[in-house]
Structures are given as C-alpha cells and as structure tokens.
C-alpha cells in the first residue's frame, strides 16, 4: 500500500508569454531537465485552486488545495498572526500592516514608497510611536513582526468584514476602510472601519511629527509617515486537517502566512528559513521531507522563490531562478520510483513577470508520479505541454480527493 503523499509546491510558478523569451513564459523558457524527468514517468496537467480567470494569494489557494472552503477561511492577518507566535484571542480581529512614506495633496494620501530603508532601531521607534490607540469602541496593539511590517490587533466591539487601505501600487491614494459590501448593515463592520480610519489618521499626525522623521528630513530622506492596513481575520473553528483527510500532515515551509495556515488546520511545521540559493533551500526541504516520510503520511514543501522572482517584473530573473530549483529536485527524481511514495509537483497560482498584475489566474502545471499512475506522452513540465496530459483540468477541490485515490484511501460513494 503506497504510504506518503509529498507535495512539492513551487510558489507562482506560472505565468505569461514574454516578448523577451521569444513568447514563452518562464518555465517553458528554463532549462529542467529534472522537471522535465518526473514529468516523463507519471500523469500531468493544469491545475487551477478556483476557477481559470481568478487571481487567488497564495494563502486562499493553498487553502482550498488542502481541501477547505472558501468561507471557512479565517482571512490573512489572522493566520499570520498565528505564524508570528501571538496568542490568539477568538474575539479579536488582526489586521496586517506595514509603515510607508505617504504625501499629501488636495487633503488626499497618496502611497510614495512602500516600506522605506530604515536601521532596526528606526524601525522600533516608529512601532512604538504608534503601537497603542482606542476609540470608544475599538482598542489597537500593534506587534512588529519584521521591520516596518506588523500585526494590528483590535479588541472591542470589533469585524473582520472591512476593506484593506493599502492600494498595493505607489503614486496612488491611500483607501478608505469600509465596511464589506455584504456587511454594509452590520454596525460592527461599520464601527471597526470608522475606528481604523481614526487610527490611521492619528498614525499619520503622529508620526510626521516623530523625532526619527525629524531627523530623516533634516537629511533629505523621505519620512516613513504613514502605516496601510490589510487582509482582517478572525478565529474560526475549522475540522483539523488529519480528521478531515484522515492522514498525519506536516508543512516544510518559510514565511508567517504559511506556518500560520499549517497551525490554523493542524498540520505539523518544520519552519524553514530562505537564503539567497533558492535551489540549496529546496534540496534542503527535501532532504527533510524524505527523512521524515516514515512519520508523516502528506508532507507540504514550499518554496516562495518563483513568486518573489516574479514580483521583480523580470522574466529573465525568473528563469534563472526556475532552473536553480530545477538543480535543487535531484533527489526527487531518485526517489520517484518509490513504491510507498506518491510525488505531487505543482505550484499555487500564476504569477506573471510582466505587466501590472500581482498574481494573475492563468491555470499552472501539475504532475503526479507514484505506483500504479497512468503515463502520459508529456515530456516537458510546462504550462503549454502540461495541457495535454492525462489529468486535464484540475481544481482545487479535485486537490484531497485525488492525493486520498492514488494512496488508495478513497471511499466508495454511497458507503458509511
């Protein structure tokens, strides 16, 4: 009986055609002859978390991979929150948030540069410039979590239904929090988004007048003036990962938002930390996973190391990257003929490494190996060549179901 499931999930490794790679995409561009290998010996395809067209975060894709539901999800700043280690109370909203520098014209805050160079001890002053404030109704914590970047904790009478204030993209307005649409009646939802308004204007009254500004004006450096909030969360009882799937999880992985999310549904972690050699981390993980396979029954390796390549909006750079993971998933090919392994290489959602958008909702490459899977005549692990394998259209409820049939643990329908 085939006994592990491992995951290799290549964060954003999708993406677009580019006119600078002769109209391929990255990947179809990249050199992977180990890609290229496991995708010989098994069963491959595209695979969308949602629907084609959407553009997902990770967290949301990773979470309906693992087989959740959308309203299940405790949003961001929650499962960051829990990354960070904060204890959690169920009646709280968190609310992520990062220092900017921001301009005024015409009674508007335009975005300028988002998270400026600033020393630690910089850092730690603009924190506590801003780090508590109440209304009436609504108390704020703000808990540094990495540089200018941190965690708004809000107690009282508080929702997680508001809008973010942070457009993303500079020379643009900083928003307005307001209530969800769908929460347009909830006083709650309401009340929270007129008090992280108030917030956010003392912030920014505050913190012009900081003496760590003063001094950055007298040296002709931009003021880091201002703090953008995002993606509120709250607790929500969710069934743990091991009931739900019936196998014993763990998640290898860097970054707050996944050891979060790991924590949220009850996977183990082994947190991991990125260095400058994308393909080392991710031999290294695997290293681990491998190690570990006779404890665990479904082993989540991540690697952020596309998607960050992606964000640099240049396509080369993602290639180089892409053939450096490529190195780094030896190991996984000399171990794809083991009988108690099934091998699952995929990514989360597409990342495109031109143009304005963030993620974009292109469908990305996933391919299967394990005893017993049909082999398709695909040859190389691309976007384009992955379409025409004998897993089609995947999504990311098709996710468990498929990972629970090749370990042979389905259920037959209709039995109790």
């Not at 008090?195 to 012009?208: D, F, H, M, P, Q």
């Not at 953008?228 to 999880?249: H, M, N, S």
């Not at 290898?252 to 050891?259: E, Y």
């Not at 699952?344 to 909702?361: A, E, F």
Request: charged residues 25%; aromatic residues 6%; glycine residues 10%.
């Amino acid at each position: 009986m085939t006994s592990r499931c491992i995951v290799i999930l290549l964060d954003g490794l999708g993406d677009r055609s580019s006119p600078v790679l002769g109209h391929k995409t990255p990947l179809q561009a990249a050199r992977t002859p180990n890609l290229d290998a496991l995708a010989a010996l098994g069963a491959n395809g595209l695979f969308h978390a949602e629907r084609p067209g959407v553009s997902l975060p990770s967290e949301n894709a990773h979470f309906a991979m693992f087989g959740y539901r959308q309203e299940e999800f405790p949003g961001r700043g929650l499962l960051e929150a829990l990354g960070a280690g904060i204890e959690i109370n169920p009646d709280e909203v968190y609310v992520l948030a990062h220092f900017i520098n921001a301009e005024e014209a015409g009674n508007t805050l335009y975005v300028k540069q988002h998270r400026p160079r600033v020393a630690a001890g910089e850092a730690r002053a603009l924190v506590q410039a801003v780090r508590r404030y109440a209304t009436d109704d609504i108390r704020f914590v703000f808990r540094q979590t990495k540089g200018l970047d941190g965690i708004l904790a809000l107690s009282g009478r508080v929702s997680p239904l508001i809008t973010d204030t942070d457009p993303i993209q500079v020379d643009c307005p900083m928003m307005s929090a307001n209530p969800w649409q769908s929460a347009a009646g909830e006083q709650d939802a309401v009340v929270t988004a007129g008090a992280l308004n108030s917030y956010l204007s003392w912030c920014y009254r505050t913190l012009g007048d900081q003496a760590g500004n003063r001094d950055r004006r007298r040296r002709n450096r931009v003021p880091v003036n201002a703090l953008v909030t995002q993606r509120a969360g709250r607790w929500k009882d969710v069934e743990p990962f091991a009931r739900r799937w019936g196998l014993r999880g763990l998640s290898i992985s860097s970054g707050l938002v996944f050891w979060g999310l790991a924590a949220f549904i009850g996977l183990e972690t082994c947190k991991v930390r990125d260095s400058d050699e994308p393909g080392a981390d991710l031999a290294g993980r695997l290293d681990q996973a491998f190690s570990l396979a006779g404890d665990y029954e479904f082993i989540h390796v991540h690697t952020k190391a596309p998607d960050v390549a992606a964000h640099t909006k240049d396509p080369r750079r993602k290639v180089e990257v892409i053939e450096a993971l490529d190195r780094g998933l030896a190991a996984a090919v000399d171990r794809a003929g083991d009988e108690e392994t099934v091998l699952i290489v995929t990514s989360d959602h597409s990342t495109p490494s031109n143009g304005p958008l963030i993620h974009s909702g292109e469908p990305v490459p996933i391919m299967v190996t394990g005893p017993g899977m049909r082999r398709d005549q695909v040859r190389r692990f691309d976007e384009i060549n992955c379409a025409a394998g004998a897993l089609g259209q995947v999504y990311g409820g098709d996710f468990m179901p498929m990972v629970l049939n090749f370990l042979d643990r389905s259920k037959l329908k209709g039995l109790m």
